[in-house]
């Protein structure tokens, strides 16, 4: 390989024409290209986040359902001393889910965020 030196590149005749687009041009129009971008990319990562968090809450949600319905199988053996036991949980997790909904919600006003909206393309006119 030998390692010549190239002469440098000269732009091509038809760069000062009309209608061809310069470097000053192509920037501005990478610019726009990219904050549309990026405004769409932190939409769809913040969706992402938001569904993959639904996804694990509900694993987890789960998990514990089945962990302590099993643990009430053991301390209660009596059909209907465990069915009222039962009931006291899901009482129990229904007001900590709305407390913890009610104080995200607080937050969310405190941030100034805006909701997710899902609309369909195309909707049809009636």
Known sequence: MSQESEPPRQP??????????????????????????TRFSKEFVATMISLVSVAFGVVAALAWNSAITAWFDDIFPDKSRKISALFVYAVIVTLIGVTVIVVLGR????????????????????
């Open 12 to 37: 091509p005749p038809e760069a000062g024409r009309e209608g061809i687009p310069l470097v000053g041009q192509v920037v501005e129009k990478t610019t726009v290209v990219v904050q549309k971008t």
């Open 107 to 126: 937050l969310a006003a405190r941030i100034n965020a805006e909701p997710v909206e899902f609309k369909y393309p195309g909707t049809p006119k009636t």
